[in-house]
C-alpha cells in the first residue's frame, strides 16, 4: 500500500471510528441516563444508586491492567471487535430478563460490570491504537472529532432519554442500546488497526514475558515520564473526591429539588454541549504547550463548580432559575473536562512508545479510579444521612487543597522546564545600585 493509499484509509478512519463512536456512545448513554432513572425511582436510595456507579468503576478498575497487556500483545482489531460484540450479548440478555421476570437490581448491577469490562477493554485497545489507525499529523484532529462524537451523543442522549422515559418501556431502551451496538461492531471490523501501527516484531526463539513482566514493564516505563507520574498522583485523589460530585449531582437534582427527567436530561446535555464547542477549539487550534499548567487551571475551575452546585440548596430559587443555574454550571463543567483533558491526551498519544501504550494508559486508568468505588460507597452512606450542601462544599474544599498541593509551581516546573526560559528576563535593579 502506498503513502496516498494509506492516507486515504487514514480519512476513512477518521470518518469510521468517530461515527462508530457515536452511535455506540448514544446507545450507552441512553441506557444510562434511563437505569439511573429508574434506580432513583424505584428506590430512592443516593446508596443504590451509588452501588451502580461502583458497578461501572470497579471492575474496569480492577481488570485494566489485563487489558493493557492484551493491547500491547494481541490483535487490537480482534479485541475492539469481541468487546463490542460481548456488549451486544449482555444487553441482549438483560433484555431477556426484562421480559421474563422483570427488571431487578442484581440483574442491573450484574449488566452494568459486565458492560464495564467490556467498554474498559475496548476504550483502552482504542486508546493505544490512535496512532496505527491515522497519521501522526491528525492524531491531533482525530482524538478531537473521537471526543465530537461522543459529545454529541451526550447532547443527545440525555434529552432523548427525558422525553422517552415513562412514555416507553425499559426495553425499548435496551432494544436502542443493541441496534447501537450491533451497528458499531459492523464498522470496526472494516478498519485496519495497523496502518500506521509502529509496533516490535516478535522475533522467533526470544524467551517470551509472562503476563506480570509486562505489566511491571510498564510500570517501569513509566516511573522514567516524569509528567505521567504527576497526572497519576493528581488523578487518584481528585477522582475519590469528585465522588461528592459524581453521587450527589443525580440525587440533589431529582430527589431533593424534583427535577422533572425532561429538564433533568437537558442539564446533563449541556455538560454535553460544553464538551462539544471546547473539542471543535481543540480541533483546529495549535497544542498546547504546557499541559499540566493549562489542566491544572481547568481543575481548579471543577472544584468551584462542584462546590457551587449546593448553592440552590442555601438560597432560594424559583424553579426556572435552578434549571437555567444548573444548565450553565453543567455547561461549564463540560468544557473544563475537555481542557483537562485533551492537551494531555494528545501530549501522550506522541510521547508514549506504540509498544507500551495499552499498558500506560491502563496503569493511569487503574490509578485514576482506585479509590473512586470506596468514594462512591462513602458519598452514598453520606448523602443519606448528611444535609447535601455541607459535604459537596467541603469536598470541593478538599478538592481545591489537593490541586494546589500536588500541582504546586515546583511539579509544574519540573514537568515542563522549558516554562522557567520562557520567562521574560527582568532587568530591574534596586534603587541607588549602579
Known sequence: MDDQQKLRKATYHLWTFT???????????????????????????????????ICNILPRTLAAPFAGYMADKYSRKMIVVITQIATTIAIG????????????????????????????????????????????????????????????????????????????????????????????????????????????????????????????????????????????????????????????????????????SQHFGFTQGAFAVGMLLFSIYFSVRKEVKFPLLVSKRAIIGMGFIMGAIAVPLMVKMTYGLVFSFYVLMMFSLGALVIIVNTPIQVMMQKQIDDDYKGRVFSILETMAMALMPLGMVLYGFLYDVFAPQWILLISAGAFLVVVLVLARPSVVRNAHPELERSRPINYSYKKGSA
Open 19 to 53: 461515527i462508530s463512536k457515536l452511535i455506540s456512545s448514544f446507545g450507552a448513554q441512553v441506557y444510562a441516563f434511563a437505569i439511573s432513572f429508574y434506580i432513583l425511582q424505584a428506590t430512592g436510595s443516593a446508596t443504590s444508586f451509588a452501588a451502580n456507579l
Open 93 to 260: 440478555g438483560l433484555l431477556v430478563v426484562s421480559f421474563t421476570s422483570g427488571l431487578s437490581l442484581a440483574a442491573i448491577y450484574t449488566t452494568s460490570c459486565i458492560l464495564s469490562l467490556t467498554s474498559m477493554f475496548s476504550g483502552v485497545t482504542f486508546t493505544s491504537s490512535i496512532t496505527g489507525l491515522v497519521d501522526k499529523e491528525r492524531v491531533q484532529r482525530a482524538m478531537s472529532l473521537n471526543q465530537m462524537s461522543i459529545s454529541f451523543a451526550a447532547i443527545a442522549s440525555p434529552a432523548v432519554g427525558g422525553l422517552l422515559y415513562g412514555a416507553v418501556s425499559m426495553p425499548v431502551f435496551l432494544i436502542m442500546y443493541m441496534s447501537a451496538s450491533i451497528a458499531a461492531v459492523i464498522l470496526e471490523s472494516t478498519m485496519n488497526f495497523k496502518l500506521f501501527a509502529n509496533r516490535k516484531e516478535t522475533v522467533s526463539g526470544q524467551p517470551k514475558e509472562s503476563m506480570w513482566q509486562s505489566i511491571r514493564a510498564g510500570i517501569s516505563y513509566l516511573k522514567l515520564q516524569p509528567l505521567l507520574m504527576a497526572i497519576i498522583w493528581i488523578s487518584l485523589l481528585i477522582n475519590f473526591l469528585f465522588g461528592a460530585f459524581e453521587v450527589g449531582y443525580s440525587f440533589i437534582l431529582i430527589e431533593k429539588l424534583k427535577m422533572v
